[in-house]
């Protein structure tokens, strides 16, 4: 009857356990437990991971290097059925492993230092003391993941490779590092007052290392908060920068309209001069003229905001100078979106697009198409391609030198999009490079 309530303990041990470190890793990886979907991967995989869990268990009391199989079971798990990079998915298997090894070592170890008993018979013996010890494990294991989760706020890493290279070196040294510790501890004898010193100075090490862990995941939160902040820095000023060009470009406009109402003034005074002096023919020849004048062919979009019109004006103006054919299709209701917003995403969308037409030997175009109604805005603007640009960047990355510099059009778009609930999407037809985005108003 023991045998059967301990085994059913250690079941139950075990599926909360599997549960606590898969909503851990689901938890940092941004999955939605809102939805039926998110709720079933969510259960399915503590349970199955559970019965990996009692799988090993069955073939050793202390897993050891086998410890390992958790970890691999976990980081499929997540490559299969969670969002995020796979970098962002392997430190958070890494690190739910560390916290199972801190617990699953520091405690035993630290419970048979203080009662002078052996750390074998902690992992066999159905005892009180071995029942006391698996629910602290369990207890610590579940504090450590919450206060993790509320340490990283959502797990949003921004980190460069050399710092994960760095970051992830730690954690797997520490792992080894532990397991060795503790295979030591097993491996001692039973004259445990002969190796008192042996082991006071082993559960220093091992306290050592996870002080050092805490310390290099403090340095992982800092160095992901110091990259968000310099990135936001970067977009700051990049929108600081459009925002001097479209002044610049309104202030221009403003002083074209200047010049143009004093040239129709002096034209007037000419006309009705030659008028006076009764030179009809002149005067002919010089309206003539004077309408060739102003009818080169420019473009003039409208949609009813000053701050759109000038940066679509502009921005078009700049690639038929570059040769590149301008198409522009605009619906009514483009307001409902910050005018700020808009100018720094238009801009971005057509920087790119003027971009990748440029390059192009002939047939050099780009089309801008923007609807809306009272929900959502549209905006869909194409261009041509010399090839194709996803087949060999699907990641459209930047193609510049300096790639801290260039490369946050991207990002600027994706973000705005979800500033405003929508998205952007990047995609090809033949030759035609596509961005579309929508915006919820």
Known sequence: MT??????????????EEFVIIHFICKFLGHNFSTVKGKVI?????????????????????????????MAYWFVFALLFLDGKILNKFFA?????????????????????????????LYSQKSFIRLMTILMVQLCIFYFCSLILKLIDKALLKLKKKEWGLIISVFVISFFSLIMIQLTLLNIKNDLNTDVYTISLLLSAEFGI??????????????????????????????Y????????????????????????????????RLHQDGDFDEAIKYTNSCVESISKPEIFIDVGDVFINAILN???????SKGIEVMCRTGNGISGINAYDLCNLLGNILDNAIDGAQKVSSGKFIEVVMEADEFKLNIRVSNSIEKSVLETNKKLKTSKGEHELHGLGIKTIRSLAEKYNGMADFYEEGLIFYCHVIMYK
């Open 3 to 16: 045998d059967i309530l301990w085994d059913f303990f250690e079941l139950i041990v075990t599926v909360f």
């Open 42 to 70: 969510y259960v399915s995989g503590s349970l199955v991971g559970s019965v990996v869990v009692s799988i090993v268990d069955h073939l050793v009391n202390y897993e050891s290097w086998l410890g390992a199989i958790y």
């Open 93 to 121: 298997v890494l690190l739910a492993n560390m916290v199972v090894i801190f617990s699953s070592t520091l405690i035993p170890s630290s419970v048979s230092a203080i009662l002078r008993s052996e750390m074998t018979a």
């Open 210 to 239: 996870v002080v050092l862990n805490s310390i290099c995941l403090y340095i992982t939160v800092a160095l992901s908060k110091g990259n968000k902040s310099a990135e936001e820095f970067k977009l700051k000023t990049q929108q």
């Open 241 to 272: 920068e459009y925002s001097i060009q479209y002044a610049e470009t309104i202030r221009k406009q403003y002083e074209e309209m200047r010049s143009t109402r004093h040239d129709i003034k002096q034209h007037f005074a000419v006309i009705q």
């Open 314 to 320: 502009s921005k078009l103006s700049i690639a038929k």
